[in-house]
């Protein structure tokens, strides 16, 4: 109710948006420069950026498509890869990517069906509503995105940020409240922009996603919880195992996540810091990828500072555990393998004008998972700027 007024405000001021507004058109450009200042392979800096631009529809305003919604959004990704200066397994930069360019990286439509349940389908970010927690937004390393054992599957990664796929997405119950979701999806993400463009022949099978979700009382403030299962349903190459032929054996790509986050401090209506807290933990079969499972655990302490409204502090720590496996194929190197790739991030955000200036630092232990590699340490700056 609270936000009424403002919006009525906005569409005042903006007479194209108050002639149509049963369409929402945004974009925000960010830009990082991460360098690694102490370890490493190298002490230097990337510049590496992203461009978003997003459209959202009420289809029922617009066309009288009942309980219909459209979203898609699109990408514009350059610029370098600090984690090659880095080495580590889990990378360091949420918005670094392997292949530069533009991509089409979601289009979707949601149908009500009646009730509480909605079906999706289209083009879908995976992570945009499966293993996922609000808190943890603010931290720049991908393993605060989506657990590294679900990150590093499938033939080039499942549909996660930058590349999607093809898939289909039942809910029933509020998000709020209680809900049930499933999810299949084309195992070969690929979409518009990336090399073959999207996939619609399945030769790689699907990532079948389930997850339970609800909210409990904890200390007088709702803590949400989500409990989730995935596995693939073709088997992939084996990173140790052979066939008597010497080639990979193959084997099913499986795991389980259990997330919680909430409100532990602060009032309801501040003046001062608001202190969320999350915690997640996942597992794998640790058969097809490097990781047998990990865990992210931080805070996010928002107007840290109660005469600077857009103030945010956030810190994490993130530990990815590396199968018998891949420590049995880094010991054939030789190498010296340690258990897990931990990392520790602290950084603060804040808007000064249109602008949030964001600096960042990281301390990842065991990077790429070698126990006599030196410690890492990255620092960034990020910047965001809304077009429009």
Known sequence: MGAAPAQAQDLAQDPARAADPDWTLSAEYTADVSGVVSGGAKRAG????????????????????????????????????????????????????????????????EQDLGGSATLLAGLYDLNSEFYATEASGLLISPPFGIGSELASTGPNGPAIFPSSSLAARLR?????????????????????????????????????IAEFGSHAPVGGAPIRYALGVWRYNQRQDDIRDLTPDGDPAHSIAQGAYALAEGHV?????????????????????????????????????????????????SF??????????????????????????????????????????????????????????????VVSLRVITPLF
């Open 46 to 109: 990337r510049y590496l950026d992203n461009l978003s631009v997003e459209l959202d529809g009420d289809l029922e305003q617009a066309w009288g498509w009942r309980g219909a919604r459209l979203h898609m959004s699109g990408l514009y990704n350059g610029g370098g890869e600090p984690n090659a200066l880095a080495g580590t397994l889990q990378g360091v930069d949420n918005i670094e990517v392997g292949a530069q360019g533009a991509r089409l990286f979601e289009a979707w439509i």
């Open 172 to 208: 029933v119950g509020d998000t709020d409240r209680t809900y049930v979701q499933a999810a299949v999806v084309n195992a070969d993400a690929r979409t518009f922009g990336d090399h073959g463009g999207v996939d619609t022949d399945l030769d790689h099978g699907v990532l079948a």
């Open 265 to 313: 401090w602060g009032a309801a209506a501040p003046d001062g810091p608001q202190v969320d807290a999350f915690a997640r933990l996942g597992l794998s079969d640790g058969d097809t990828t490097d990781f047998k499972g990990g865990w992210q655990a931080g805070v996010l302490v928002r107007q840290v500072f109660a005469a600077r409204p857009d103030s945010q502090l």
């Open 316 to 377: 994490g720590l993130h530990q990815g555990w590396l199968s018998s496996k891949a420590r049995a194929n880094l010991a054939d190197a030789p190498a010296d393998p340690a258990r897990y790739e931990e990392g520790l991030e602290l950084t603060y955000a804040d808007r000064i004008g249109r602008f949030t200036i964001q600096p960042d630092i990281q301390l990842i232990r065991d990077p790429g998972g070698l126990k006599d590699a030196d410690d890492v340490v």
